[in-house]
């Protein structure tokens, strides 16, 4: 049974940095309601350690900042949206700060630290290593105190309301109910797909559903093959893959193999600080010659009082599992981290649905091509969170049409217990994404992976009974975009190394592009730039 809600101006899904972002704006004008699938805390914004970029050192310019960020993306940022992001990163951080977010400092100075593929020291940190709870901290407290934003958590959105191409709302699982919210303008800011790979430092929220969703609506997706994977999460088979944020290797950490070799140097001009797809691949290829299925990262050369201090909840962690990161070697290997595809948007977070908006990670600004610097996601998230409501809020003025007969997509209905076993599904389909799909794929392995999803389909026609069945459908969705991407993708660019096509290949500074019921196509392009 469907029930329909009063209608909202605006409606915002997910509540991480990019979500927060947009309601603040939007309440500037109309009643905002916010989303959350989980508790409001639980977003990759509330993990997010190493820190935030932003060029407002005195060594530092904007045009560095987008120098840099280009350089990472490999040719396929979009250079406009680059600009942007760097060019606005700084006053929306003067904001923040003016919220009342505490950024580490150094005296009265603000304090930047290096990480991998910066040329400059361009990284605010808080608490050392928990920048992401304090901006989640500062944003969550400025939300609350707006009496336009009400938020609902615990709220899985399953569809969006779609009419005549334009997004009217979306209906959402709260508790046993399903609801229709109708809304002028829906800003879509459901963060990343990590969990859809076995091994992720992405919360268990992370499950690529608003690019699942997207999708079944209509909406173009673009440059799904672009995973990135970070080097050093903690390797112990008590734990799970713990992220060992990239400051450590920026304060002077070193990668060791498990001969006690150090190896980067051997590999890139800028050894440790060389971007993550360098540094993971290196790792791989350390672990396949020493036969290990780790290497280290070796703080034990830094001052033990400055490690603790730097890194308080990094250091916390560690000892739980009995690894005294001031004393002892760190077992370390790489996992799923971010993904740079998604929703495709304009410079101003539209997608081609109207009405619909993207922000953060689940969306494509084309600001990281292939490859993201680090800590440019979470100012992403402020400056095109900030972006799309600023433009969402041009619909304050438009009817909804209340639409109360609308059906979504049969996910949610009464129905016999299923003969087949979802979880054990959920668990194949991490672990063949992460064989099969991961640091380094070819034509063998991604088809190995495409039969396996082909031969699943089937459970997109089945009705799903929980928020864990509906996630599931998303992952698998989201799984076979990866797939087919990385398939058509016969080249090595960025995060998407082929072992079968070491070079960039005829279609490199294109994007490819997913649209339902089509198969993956190229868009071609001037260099770089989407259209
Ligand atoms: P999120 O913060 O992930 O929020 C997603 C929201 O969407 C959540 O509220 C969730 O409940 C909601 N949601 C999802 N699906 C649904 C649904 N179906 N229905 C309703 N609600 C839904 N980036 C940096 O720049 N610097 C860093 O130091 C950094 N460190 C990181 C460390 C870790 C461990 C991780 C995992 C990531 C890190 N990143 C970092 C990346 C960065 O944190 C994320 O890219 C960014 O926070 C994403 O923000 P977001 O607002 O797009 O999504
Ligand atoms: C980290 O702290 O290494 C993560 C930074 C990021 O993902 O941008």
Redesign the pocket.
Known sequence: MISNEKNVDFLV???????LRAAIELASVGNVLV????KST????????????VAMSDEDKVSIHYDDTIKAGSGLCREDAVKVLVEQGPDLIRELISWGANFDKDGSKLSFTMEAAHSRKRVLHSHGDS??KEIERVLINRAKSDPSIRRYDF???LDLIINDNRCIGATVLRGDRITNIYAKAVVL????A?QVFART???F???G??IA?AYRAGAVITDMEFIQFHPTTLYSPAAPPF?L?EAMRGEGAVLKNIRGERFMPGYHDMAELASRDQVSRAILSEMVKTDAMHVYLDLTALDKDFVKNRFPLIYATCLQYDIDITEDLIPVSPAV??IMGGVQTNLDGETNIKGLFA????ACTGVHGANRL??????E?LVYGARSAKKALEYYMVDVPHNTDFQMSPNLTDRAALSVDLEKIRRTLRQLMWGRAGIIRCAESLGIAKKWLDKKSFIMDMPALSRRECELKNMLTVASLITDSALLRKGSVGAHYRSDFKERGDNWQSHTICQKGNDVVWRKTKHGALQ
Do not use: C, M, R, W
């Open positions: 899904i997910g509540g991480g940095v990019a979500g989303l959350t699938k989980d639980e977003s990759s914004t509330g993990y997010a350690q190493g820190g935030i970029a920048t992401g709220s899985f959105t800011a459901t963060g990343g990590g430092t992405n919360p929220i992370a499950t559903d608003g969703i992220l944020s981290h971010y922000a953060g990670e689940v680090a800590s440019n996601s979470l100012l998230g």
